[in-house]
């Protein structure tokens, strides 16, 4: 006959091994979570960590020396002083106090000492772009006629210039400056250009609103709760009817978008070139709308890129709201559907 204690000690054995399975399936639970937790922060801040890998690429940090530094430090820093061309003017100062603000210093508008203690620049401030048969396979010539470019397969760069210039931020005059000795028509694949080192901006932390400002020709985009995060200087409406006021809202994005001529639209352009019917133009740099539309809540109205990013905010428009093609990327990525877009005066 068994013996009790024999059946007890069964008992434990058996209580035993099915806490060290509990225990065991707790310990995978615990570090499967933490995985999953693990990635998903990862995921959320992984612009911030590619950005301080970024930041590690360079040797040092310096005091500016010259507007063009000053321009591509601001750039750099999400506050664009449009294209940069090593000049001082009303786009540098406004994206200066843009960045002041930004930092809570003084609103001087200069770059005063309390400033240049905050923004220094980076090594390399220049850099050297390989050319290769891609970048030539990208060049295409513009017709001077609507209807001649609707029969283009892409609204491609019209120069390796251009391009160049447009890809680094930059006036194509001041990239002819750092590369003196360049013929823009003779070079091949495996050339090099000497350009600022500008990697394309993204807005960080998350986008909350943005705001345009028509007296100032302005674009500036918040946080939810109120910190400035990016600046770019914008053109807006020739004809004040023309300009919208109040709260909008982002209807569409659209990342190379084409485009249609409408002729009841551009009339005057359609009456020159004896155009009757809508066509489509296609994507590309040189697209009338660059290579963003961001659809707002009110018909036919948008903000988008353009084929002169060198002339936004010191030319108008027939009423959208025009941005360099790089600050037009910057903002697609920032901004969602239904957020609020306001325009003051």
């Keep these: ?37 693990t990635a998903a922060l990862v995921s ?53 106090l843009a960045y002041q603000t930004s ?15 905050f923004l220094q620049i980076q090594e390399p401030v220049f850099t050297t772009r390989r050319l290769g048969t891609e970048d030539f396979a990208a ?10 470019r609707s029969e283009l397969d892409r609204m491609h760069y019209n120069s390796l210039l251009e391009m160049v210039a447009e890809q680094a931020q930059c006036d194509p005059d001041y990239i002819t400056e750092l590369n003196p000795s360049i013929n823009w028509h003779q070079l091949a694949a495996g050339d090099s250009v000497r350009i600022p080192n500008v990697p394309p901006f993204r807005v960080q932390p998350a986008a909350g609103y943005v705001q345009i400002t028509l007296a ?25 009817d023309k300009r919208p006021s109040g709260e909008l809202r982002v209807k569409v994005r659209v990342d190379q978008p084409n485009y249609t001529f409408n002729p009841a639209i551009l009339t005057s352009t359609a009456q020159r070139e004896g155009i009757t019917q809508k066509f489509m133009i296609q994507p590309g740099p040189n697209n009338p709308v660059g290579t963003v539309w961001i659809g707002l809540n009110l018909p036919s ?10 002339k936004v905010g ?27 877009i306001y325009i003051q005066p």
């Design 1 to 37: 006959m068994p013996n009790k204690p024999t059946s007890k000690r069964t008992s434990k054995s058996s209580r035993r091994k099915t806490q060290q399975q509990t225990h065991w399936t707790k310990h995978w639970l615990t570090r499967i979570i933490v995985a999953l937790i």
């Design 44 to 96: 959320h801040y992984w612009p911030q960590l590619r950005s301080l890998t970024d930041i590690s690429k360079y040797s040092s940090v310096r005091a500016i020396n010259g507007t063009a530094e000053l321009q591509i430090a601001l750039a750099r820093a999400g506050f664009s002083p449009g294209s940069i061309d090593g000049a001082s003017g009303a786009q540098t100062q406004a994206a200066l």
């Design 103 to 117: 930092q809570g210093l003084p609103r001087s508008g200069i770059f005063d000492p309390d400033t240049a203690q």
């Design 139 to 148: 060049i295409g010539p513009k017709p001077q006629s609507w209807r001649g």
């Design 216 to 240: 100032k020709r302005t674009l500036r985009v918040f946080s939810a709760d109120h910190r400035l995060l990016f600046h770019c200087p914008v053109s807006i409406a020739r004809r004040v």
């Design 301 to 310: 109205y948008g903000i988008h890129g353009t084929p002169e990013p060198e």
């Design 314 to 340: 010191r030319t108008e428009s027939s009423g959208c709201f025009r941005l360099a093609n790089w600050n037009a990327q910057t903002l697609l990525d920032a901004v969602h559907v239904d957020m609020p």
